[in-house]
């Protein structure tokens, strides 16, 4: 299950350049997320690992990025992370991979929504402004545009008012949530809630049987409403990081 999430996440959250060495995805995007700028270990690996590690952290120097391996229970070697503990990774950003099966779905009760299964400026900027993305905004284009599964872009209004937007995209039965923002001014007021249930009923309507997100174990108000949706936590990843 978790190198299944971890497949349909990597094509959910494209990258602009990618190479695949002995197993390990390497994947590049100007330093915007470390999702998109890291070392994804998910497959078996054979070839000596300090030669590996070394052109890894070769290939993100010369990049000016610094290396970053996205880390799970399932990775390869299974001693990898006391490894990279040993070459002076650190440990951070623990974050909870959590599902939903879609089966009792609840219906939304505000419809002011509007669904877009293509990148438009318009939700793009909205996105960068509730989410003070400005600067990232050329580099998430260029992601953004490149995911090839069926994706819908979510804006929810209160009257003519933006409150909230996120990214869903499907894949094999499953709808992975992306990019969840409310407008600070209209936080705690349930709109988090009918944007994610507006969004996990698309899903479903348009085949999904299950859903999953990623959610930081410190964002505590998020997995609350999460939680009171009956996402589940199906494992756990985490980065290691060299300075």
Not at 90 to 97: K, L, R
Not at 120 to 149: R, Y
Not at 157 to 177: A, F, I, M, N, P
């Amino acid at each position: 299950m978790i190198r299944y999430i971890e497949e349909l996440s990597l094509n959910a959250w494209a990258s602009l350049q990618t190479v695949v060495y002995d197993g390990w995805i390497l994947r590049f995007s100007n330093g915007y997320t470390k999702r998109a700028n890291s070392i994804n270990p998910i497959y078996g690996s054979t070839e000596d690992l300090d030669y590996k590690l070394q052109y890894c952290e070769d290939i993100f120097l010369a990049r000016n990025l610094k290396p970053v391996f996205k880390m799970t229970k399932s990775v390869y070697p299974e001693s990898l992370d006391a490894i990279l503990e040993e070459r002076g990774y650190t440990s951070i950003d623990h974050t909870s991979v959590q599902l939903l099966s879609l089966s009792e779905l609840r219906n939304p009760v505000i419809h002011t929504v509007r669904f877009d299964q293509e990148l438009t400026d318009e939700w793009l900027n909205q996105f960068c402004m509730l989410n003070n993305q400005k600067a990232n905004k050329t580099t998430m284009k260029q992601m953004l545009s490149l995911i090839l599964p069926k994706t819908c872009f979510v804006s929810l209004y209160d009257s003519d008012t933006l409150v909230g937007c996120g990214l869903g995209v499907l894949e094999r039965g499953y709808l992975g949530v992306f990019d969840i923002v409310t407008d600070l001014r209209h936080r705690n007021r349930g709109f988090g809630e009918q944007l994610m249930l507006n969004l996990l009923k698309w899903g479903k309507d348009n085949g999904a049987e299950y859903a999953y997100l990623q959610v930081m174990l410190n964002n505590a108000p998020a997995r609350r409403l999460y939680s009171k949706l009956g996402f589940q936590e199906s494992y756990r990843y985490w980065y290691r990081l060299k300075e």
